[in-house]
């Protein structure tokens, strides 16, 4: 169990998330729902506005993919003043949520990126910006932050968290794969449903209350 002094750099619902994935009691399917579930809510916090940001982007980005004979004449340093000066009418027009505008900025850079190195984009762009949004928020509140602990707690395995933490992962992706092209198409962040799973009971273990076993708890 890490030390709750040494795991600071997360907020509190992804520290609860961090326990369980040290604990080891939990599938990576059901640490994936409580990751989501923990992500729909930073996202919530974040509000509408870095969505309707990315829609209004997105339609500058089609123009970019829908061009490529041109790209190698583009002034690609026009799209840095372009999605700054939105998030700047933004943030003065609505008082939108700083983090959640920054998070917009950096996903429309790092496709712009994409396009001038001829790097495939899958889907629409609505979609690709959503999608990249909502992982950018998982990364950027939990997974990156996970190695600032590591080298703080000398008592955990590694090995084993990142084992786990990948598995994670893949899970998250395969549902923000889903839960992305449902914001883009609402485009808004309000009343945000997850596909559940069915979860399986904590393992048996010698230490467990045998007279417990099967009482419904």
Known sequence: MPDADKIGTLSRRWSKMYRK????YFSSEQLADDAMRSLVKDIGDYGDHPIRLLKEAAIRLDGIRNTPLFRSFYNWNDEDHFI??????????????????????SVYKGLVNKLRNSERVAGSSEEALCRNYVRQIYDSNFAERIPLISNSDANIDWNLIGQRLNEISNHVNENIASLAPRIAQKGNVKRIRLVSRQRTRKPITLEDDISQIGSGL
């Open 84 to 105: 700054r000066g939105l998030a700047s009418s933004y943030m003065q027009r609505y008082r939108a949520n700083q983090r959640g505008i920054n998070i917009a900025i």
């Open 21 to 24: 994935v040290c604990e080891g």
